[in-house]
């Protein structure tokens, strides 16, 4: 079955450690997302990629990093910097970036600090 | 600014039931308009999309309309069952911000 998977679903982070969320896709899609998830808010956009070796700064980028080396994989890295990453964190992807494309969401890791 | 809001962050309904959601926007010129279902721990799983120039979409048991001179959109879920419990997001495309912008989400319980 084709999906995307998240990995781990449960991360926990010490004082000035960073941690990388996992996310691969087997849809063959071209854009990724990731997205933060705090409860009572809506979902907010941290990065999104729309080719391999392209990613581009959503809304609240400050405190993460990104690569997209592979079509498949776009893991995310919570710096030190983000000072509050206590989270749910969503990968999703799309054929493409327009607005007319479903976005496909993985199950979520849940990041906790120590 | 922009802003989406969708009704009370809890709906309490019987079964068989129509469940009606909200979504309401402002400062936005969404192009389209999109709604998902999340069960908990679990990512949003898409249900359906309407264009700027539809007024009405179905699937199944569900429909969506689309009011773009309201700023509104009403997500109805009829002869509802216990198995549709689960939040409800409605998200948002507009051309100038080129990005999907989701609602907090209406929680929905239907009872038994």
């Given at each position: 079955d084709g999906g995307i998977t998240q990995s781990p679903k449960y991360l926990f982070r010490k004082e000035g450690q960073n941690v990388t969320l996992s996310c691969e896709q087997?849809?063959?899609?071209?854009a990724m997302y990731w997205y933060r998830q705090d409860p009572g808010q809506g979902l907010r956009l941290i990065y999104y990629s729309q080719i391999v070796n392209d990613f581009q700064k959503g809304d609240i980028a400050e405190g993460y990093s990104v690569s997209r080396e592979k079509k498949e994989s776009f893991p995310l890295t919570v710096t030190s910097?983000?000072?509050?990453?206590?989270a749910f964190y969503l990968c999703a992807s799309s054929?493409?970036?327009?607005?007319t494309q479903p976005q496909h969401f993985g199950d979520g890791t849940r990041l906790s600090i120590l | 600014s922009q802003k989406i809001e969708q009704n009370s962050e809890a709906l309490n309904i019987q079964e068989g039931k129509t469940a009606t959601l909200t979504c309401n926007y402002t400062n936005y010129s969404p192009a389209y308009l999109q709604w998902y279902r999340q069960d908990p721990g679990r990512g949003p799983v898409f249900l359906l999309l309407i264009r700027e120039n539809e007024k009405e979409k179905r699937k199944e048991r569900l429909k969506v309309t689309f009011d773009t001179t309201l700023k509104q959109s009403l997500f109805h879920i009829t002869?509802?069952?216990?198995?549709?419990s689960a939040t409800y997001l409605c998200a948002l495309y507009s051309g100038s911000a080129r990005q999907l912008t989701f609602g907090s989400g209406t929680q929905l319980t239907v009872l038994p």
């Amino acid at each position: 079955d084709g999906g995307i998977t998240q990995s781990p679903k449960y991360l926990f982070r010490k004082e000035g450690q960073n941690v990388t969320l996992s996310c691969e896709q087997n849809l063959n899609h071209d854009a990724m997302y990731w997205y933060r998830q705090d409860p009572g808010q809506g979902l907010r956009l941290i990065y999104y990629s729309q080719i391999v070796n392209d990613f581009q700064k959503g809304d609240i980028a400050e405190g993460y990093s990104v690569s997209r080396e592979k079509k498949e994989s776009f893991p995310l890295t919570v710096t030190s910097a983000q000072k509050n990453p206590t989270a749910f964190y969503l990968c999703a992807s799309s054929p493409s970036t327009g607005g007319t494309q479903p976005q496909h969401f993985g199950d979520g890791t849940r990041l906790s600090i120590l | 600014s922009q802003k989406i809001e969708q009704n009370s962050e809890a709906l309490n309904i019987q079964e068989g039931k129509t469940a009606t959601l909200t979504c309401n926007y402002t400062n936005y010129s969404p192009a389209y308009l999109q709604w998902y279902r999340q069960d908990p721990g679990r990512g949003p799983v898409f249900l359906l999309l309407i264009r700027e120039n539809e007024k009405e979409k179905r699937k199944e048991r569900l429909k969506v309309t689309f009011d773009t001179t309201l700023k509104q959109s009403l997500f109805h879920i009829t002869a509802s069952q216990p198995a549709d419990s689960a939040t409800y997001l409605c998200a948002l495309y507009s051309g100038s911000a080129r990005q999907l912008t989701f609602g907090s989400g209406t929680q929905l319980t239907v009872l038994p």
